[in-house]
């Protein structure tokens, strides 16, 4: 007992230690770069949050920083409050929303979706804390709050029309992904990226029919590589030292972990915090390592998509089933105009169909994530860019068209192995045959020597 609070000092003094330093660090830098937050976070919140709209390059990043700092805690605070129990999937709806605070959700454009989230709950006479996760990530759709408020006129019936929007994205959102789920049965684990795909779609066209206009942007930052390496790497390397403090971690546990499918499991309940924390921590670094293998910069984006990855490290996510998946867009790159910004940001969120690798092996992974990179490119158009999920949205499809086609390619190895072990029974029969009736013959003729 006395080990246990002795190691519980050190993970809250190193938790203490690395939010010190990325306070200092973040400050020090801020002031260095002489900007203005609240002036930053303004001009975050009035964005139109569309895709690709680096929160970096709008507001600096001091207000980005605060944004998703003021959207952590307050899920965190709801978490706390409703009593949830930190589950693997919890974790990676933390992290996920975390990081694409840098890149599309502000605390104004969020909100709406929680109000009719609660509102639902109320009407079916669910538990709030059964519905959380699905809730909070349905704010993928915030952009549609952020443009209806800030684009289309910008007056207060605009304003109403943004808030009665996300509140009812939220009120349907938790039915809706359950019904979505069953298209993937599991094998893409961004669900409500799926979801948000297919609702996103029917929304846009709602307001293309009325010619609401919505205008594709791109804005992406570049000048904070260093900064941003500096902090991601103290946090992985944080992670994975307080997964080996949590308790005695022996090695073993987390190779198990390691060769796991990753289909349906939620690492915390099956494996423990201490192999999920460090895998955590490792699929972090496996991240930049793929980034700079790329040559790509560290923006709001990609922080998006390396926090996204990270989470579900703790729900599905192993360096043995996502780096087919990374292979797979890398090799759809060849011979294609695709940026490289685009292949980065699509190998991070394909990860997303990890369960795929895991499950039917190596080789399908490698073909689904170059089926993805090939999706993803013109899936967008149809949400008009409104669905910040939309790597998600990509992998449902992958994940629903391959599916048929590996279940059959499995079910005819099967029949041939069945019937390769059916033909070797036969000839084991056979040859089993003729022995007993050489031994019989054998016997026949000894006894009629014997006789004579």
Known sequence: MHKFHHRLRVIKFISTLLACFIVTFLILYVIQKKENILLGLASIITSPAILITDFILVGGIGAAFLNALLIFFFNFILIRILKLKITGIVIACLLTVFGFSFFGKNMLNILPFYIGGIVYCIYAHEELSDNFVPIAFSSALAPFVSEIAFQVGSTESSYVGAIILGIGIGFIICPLAKKMYHFHEGFNLYNLGFTGGILGAVIASILKLYDVPIEPQYLVST????????????????????????????????????????????????????????????????????????????????????????????????????????????????????????????????????????????????????????????????????NLYNNGFSCGIVASVLLPVMNMVSEQNAKSKLHLLKRHKVYIQAINRHFETQKKEEIHEKNTTHSH
């Not at 090695?251 to 915090?273: A, V």
Request: hydrophobic letters at 50%; proline letters at 4%.
């Open 223 to 386: 000048e904070h590589h260093f900064f941003l390496s500096v902090l991601c790497s103290a946090i992985f390397g944080a992670l994975i030292l307080i997964g080996l403090l949590i308790k005695d971690v022996h090695i073993h546990y987390y190779f198990k972990l390691l060769r796991d499918p990753g289909f349906h499991t939620d690492f915390t309940k099956k494996y423990g915090y201490g192999p999920s924390f460090i895998n955590m921590g490792i699929m972090g670094f496996l991240s930049m390592l793929f980034l700079s293998l790329e040559g790509q910069t560290l923006n709001g984006p990609i922080l998006a998509g390396i926090f996204t990855v990270v989470g579900f490290a703790a729900y599905g996510k192993t360096p043995l089933n996502t780096f087919p998946i990374l292979l797979g867009v890398h090799l759809a790159s060849y011979g294609s105009n695709t940026p490289l910004f685009s292949i980065c940001l699509s190998g991070l969120f394909g990860t997303a169909l990890a369960p795929i690798a895991g499950v039917y092996g190596t080789l399908w992974g490698v073909v689904a994530g170059w089926l993805h990179l090939s999706v993803v490119q013109s899936i967008g158009i149809i949400h008009s860019g409104l």
